[in-house]
């Protein structure tokens, strides 16, 4: 099984649309996790942290299920310029703390 | 604040040349990354310095090679290039290794390098 593994999409929706990304994980003793979004030929930028609770922040949550050890990614009221790679991170333990960043989900926003 | 910078943003190299990636960052931060991206297969870490001194292997080592120059700078070196070796190279620094609890600092990345070997 890969350490992270995301769906690839293409996740295609119009704009105004309520889209959720899911992420599983292999370790289960991970405890940081990530959201992480790539736009075209540009570097990862952190999108937010996910924590235990759960986070929101503005039209984007993140909700982290540990029992399951998938993480999710609901963006509401899609705007175009949400298009992007979304990256689902988590932590490696026994490494010093190094991220395993999943291949990502390609989100495409229409008009 | 500049954040993470790389140089150069460009390169193309005949197989068998050597080049240095540069990598600095402003933010203070104690750790610092490279990473190499293809296309299908997502970010792999190349090497990685916990702290100004150190450096370890991440997934793919073969072929290259680091220095940490300082707390602000750190370096890739290939020293004979391959066409396997195509890639964007991204460099990153984050606050520190790992806290008890095993918990992790976010990392912050360069605008990266496209290289191409030919």
């Known amino acids: 099984r890969k350490e992270v593994e995301q769906d690839p999409g293409p996740f295609n929706v119009p704009e105004g649309a309520t889209v959720a990304f899911n992420c599983t994980y292999s370790?289960?003793?991970?405890?940081?996790f990530f959201w992480y979004r790539q736009d075209c030929r540009k570097e990862p930028k952190l999108l937010m942290s996910?924590?235990?609770s759960g986070n929101e922040d503005g039209r984007f949550t993140a909700q982290l299920n540990r029992a399951s050890q998938y993480i999710s990614l609901l963006i509401r009221d899609s705007k175009l310029s949400d298009s992007a790679t979304y990256l689902c991170?988590?932590?490696?333990?026994?490494?010093?703390?190094?991220?395993?960043f999943g291949k990502g989900t390609k989100l495409s926003v229409k008009p | 604040n500049a954040g993470v910078t790389q140089t150069p943003k460009f390169q193309v190299l005949k197989t068998g040349q050597s080049m240095t990636l540069q990598c600095a960052q402003d933010?203070?931060?104690?750790?610092m990354y490279w990473y190499r991206q293809d296309p299908g297969m997502g970010l792999r870490l190349i090497y990685y310095?916990?702290?100004?001194?150190?450096?370890d292997k991440g997934e793919v080592p073969n072929g290259y090679n680091v220095s940490r120059l300082n707390k602000r700078e750190f370096s890739l070196r290939l020293e004979s290039a391959a066409p396997s070796q195509t890639s964007v190279y991204f460099c990153?620094?984050?606050?520190?290794?790992?806290?008890?609890?095993?918990?992790?600092?976010?990392?912050?990345f360069g605008p990266g390098t496209r290289l191409t070997v030919t």
């Open positions: 990153a620094s984050s606050e520190g290794p790992g806290l008890a609890g095993g918990h992790s600092y976010e990392q912050y």
């Open positions: 370790n289960s003793a991970s405890q940081s």
């Open positions: 991170v988590v932590n490696m333990l026994g490494s010093q703390g190094n991220l395993i």
């Open positions: 933010m203070n931060h104690n750790s």
């Open positions: 310095s916990a702290s100004e001194g150190t450096t």
């Open positions: 996910v924590y235990s």
